[in-house]
C-alpha cells in the first residue's frame, strides 16, 4: 500500500486484483482473473481505481451482475475512495483462447460425461407416459441436491414438452461464446432447455435426428464445468430422446418416476425395460401421486390406488436379473404444484411439507452414491404399502 505525497494511504494494486480474484463470472462460475476478463487497473492519486473488464459478448445478459460484484470488490480494498467500472468486448481471438482454456485443450464434440474417468452421476429421468410428475422430481432433485453441496446440471431433454426452466425459476438465457454455450442457472443448478431458444411458447416440430442433433448439443456444446450430478428429464416412453440417450451417454443410469396405479405402472415398467435393450443400470423408482394426506385426520387417501411404484421395482427386477429398489413415495401436496407453478421447487420453500421431505430424502440417497459414501441402502419404504 503506498502513500501520496499528502500522506494519503492509496490502495496497492496488488491488493485490488487480489479482490477481483474473488469475482467469479456468473454463467462460467470461475474467477474473472482466470479466464482473462480483467484488461486493466488503474489507481489515481486519490484513491479512486478505475477496472476495465472484457465481456465474453457485446450482448452478455449478466453485464449489470458483472459490474456490480467487481464494484462491491473492490470497494472494499482499503484505501479506495471510489470505483469505476468500464466494459469491454472480447476479440474474436481472445474468445477462442477462452473456449480452448474451458475444454482444457479436448477436442469439440465431445460429450464429457461419456469419457472414461468421468466423475459425474448422469440420471436419465424416464416414465411410462406423460402427467405423472416426472419433472417436478426432477427439478426437485436438483434443487436439493445443489442445496445439499453438490454441483448440479439439468438438461431439458423433453424438447416437446418442455417445462424446466419456469418449474426451476430460470428466467436467464444462454450466452454463446464461439462454439460453447453458457448455460444460465437458478438456486444453484445449471440448466439447459430447448425452451430457451424458441420464441414464446412456440412448438417444436422435429423428428428424429433433429432431436438427436439437439441433445448431442445440450451434452457436449454446453460448459457444464465440474459437475457431480446432470439430470436428465426425458420424454415419455421408449422414443428417439431415450435411444440417443443410451448411445451419447451409455453410462447414464435410469430413474423411474410413476404413480401408484396399475396402468401407469405398466407403461412404466415397459419403459423402464429399455435398460435391457440398452445395457444401462436402473438405479431406482420413484412412486409419485402417492397418496393425499387427509387434512382432517392422519388418513391417507389412496387417490389413484397402492402399490405401482413396488409392481414396478418388482418387475424390472425379473426382467433386469438386478435389484431395483424403490427409492421413495412422495404424497399429493399442492404445495408441489405451487411451487413448479411459482418457480419455486418444494424442497426450498417448503423442505418440512411431505413432499419436500419425501423428495429430500430421495435426493440425500442419490446423493450419498455420488460421494461414495457406504452402507447406504437405496431402499426405503416411506409407507407400508410397499
Known sequence: ?????????????????????????????????????????????????????????????????????VTEAVAAVAGVTRVDVTLDVMSDEQRKDLAASLRGGKAEREVPFAQPGSLTRVYAVASGKGGVGKSSVTVNLAAAMAADGLKVGVVDADIYGHSVPRMLGVDGKPTQVENMIMPPSANGVKVISIGMFTPGNAPVVWRGPMLH??????????????????????????????????????????????????????????????AVQTHQKIVGVVENMSGLPCPHCDEMIDVFGTGGGRAVAEGLTKTTGATVPVLGAIPIDVRLREGGDEGKPVVLSDPDSPAGAALRGIANKLGARQRGLSGMSLGITPRNKF
Open 1 to 69: 500500500m503506498a502513500t501520496d505525497t499528502y500522506g494519503t494511504v492509496l490502495p496497492a494494486e496488488d491488493a485490488v486484483r487480489d479482490a477481483l480474484a474473488t469475482v467469479n463470472d456468473p454463467e462460467i462460475h470461475r474467477p474473472i482473473t482466470d479466464l482473462g476478463m480483467v484488461k486493466s487497473v488503474d489507481i489515481g492519486a486519490d484513491g479512486a481505481v478505475a477496472v476495465t473488464i472484457y465481456l465474453t459478448v457485446s450482448g452478455c445478459p449478466m453485464r449489470d451482475t458483472i459490474t456490480r460484484t
Open 213 to 274: 442433433r439437439a441433445l448431442q448439443q445440450f451434452l457436449a456444446d454446453v460448459y457444464w464445468g465440474d459437475l457431480d450430478v446432470l439430470l436428465l428429464d426425458l420424454p415419455p416412453g421408449t422414443g428417439d430422446i431415450a435411444i440417443s440417450v443410451a448411445q451419447l451417454v451409455p453410462n447414464a443410469e435410469i430413474l423411474v418416476v410413476t404413480t401408484p396405479q396399475q396402468a401407469a405402472a405398466e407403461v412404466a415398467e415397459r419403459a423402464g425395460s429399455i
